[in-house]
């Protein structure tokens, strides 16, 4: 069944002069309420005049910084990122766009895109744990006014209402459709890229089929498709995977997909694993010796404190020397533990 999700939140404005009701209400809106981690999550923002016989016009700019400010919230209250507007419009807050009486959609977003954080070496900030989400925004300045009539100005806090979406578990028809659409080729990049994160958080173990597959992607000249292949291979971890970021070590010049499969090799947790991103601090290559830094301060141990504290000394970014301090006090706490124990 097709759900229609609308919250709306009627708050007061301002006039310049008088105290007037809000002339609008929000809504958020999305298909349904319910999508398999790597689905699409379209959600839109629409405005629709209170009062059908008015004509009213807002701020561009105001929904700018209304959008700049969303967010996703977990059920128990944690904020999970802030979105970005990256979608390459120019708001320059000069133009008014009417509101239809009917409603008018302000923007259109996808969440996975929105959540998607290619910029971290990190976990994905991203909607792939399973659970109730809360899309909510903060309170925003925003103009209202009648149509052409600019002394019959509102001013004031706008702020919708939360939209609950509940994000499931990635099903075995669903993790077979990724597949499908990963071999075949065909797929535009969004979709193939869905699949890899299907794949990645699925609680299938990954079949010799898979690696065959991941082995191919990994020749995509497109570095994005890279890094999602090694994000897939550092979830799931396995000897064969290991193998297969071993060989991205030695063939890949591109930093970012290194920095990537040096991250990676954090969840493996073996001697050999420690010694690939002992190597990467070693060589200094460009930038992905730094994301080994915080790595070896999470894995490393007293064998790694040179190299460490060589960089501290002689690294000239400030952050990166910062990074390696706390990576050698991280493991020298964890030396004198043992040490009590």
């Not at 550092?234 to 995977?241: N, Q, R």
């Not at 040096?262 to 460009?286: D, F, G, H, M, W």
């Amino acid at each position: 069944m097709r759900a229609f999700c609308v919250l709306m939140i009627l708050t007061a404005l301002t006039s310049v002069g008088d105290e007037q009701a809000a002339p609008v209400e929000l809504f958020f809106s999305t298909p349904r309420t319910e999508y398999v981690i790597g689905d699409p999550i379209p959600v839109t923002l629409l405005i629709r005049a209170k009062d059908t016989s008015q004509v009213l016009e807002y701020r561009d700019d105001a929904f700018r910084n209304f959008y700049s400010n969303l967010r996703v919230m977990r059920s128990d209250g944690v904020i999970i990122g802030n979105m970005r507007i990256k979608d390459g419009h120019a708001y320059r807050g000069q133009g008014w766009v009417t509101v239809a009486t009917n409603g008018s959609a302000v923007k259109d977003i996808d969440l996975t895109e929105v959540y998607s954080d290619v910029t971290s070496f990190q976990r994905p900030c991203s909607l792939t744990v399973t659970g109730a989400y809360s899309v909510v925004s903060h309170s925003e300045q925003m103009a209202i006014r009648a149509v052409n009539v600019p002394s019959n100005l509102w001013v004031g806090a706008v702020m919708s209402a939360p939209l609950i979406i509940k994000i499931l578990d990635v099903d075995s028809g669903s993790l077979q459709n990724a597949r499908q659409v990963l071999s075949e080729g065909g797929a535009d990049k969004s979709q193939q890229l869905r699949a890899l994160t299907k794949m990645q958080y699925s609680g299938a173990r990954l079949t010799a089929d898979d690696y065959d597959l991941l082995r191919k992607l990994l020749k995509n000249p497109d570095g994005l498709f890279r890094i999602n292949v090694i994000c897939v291979l550092g979830v799931k971890t396995s000897e064969e995977g290991f193998k297969i970021i071993c060989d991205v070590l030695a063939t890949e010049e591109g930093p970012m997909v290194r920095s990537y499969a040096v991250v990676a090799l954090e969840r493996y947790n073996t001697p050999e694993a420690l010694q690939l991103i002992l190597e990467e601090c070693k060589s200094r290559r460009e930038r992905s010796y730094r994301a080994a830094l915080p790595v070896l301060g999470k894995v490393g141990d007293e064998s790694c404190i040179d190299v460490l504290q060589e960089i501290a000394k002689t690294d000239e970014t400030d952050w990166v020397r910062e990074r390696a301090l706390e990576s050698i006090k991280k493991i020298e706490a964890r030396g004198s533990k043992k040490s009590t124990q």
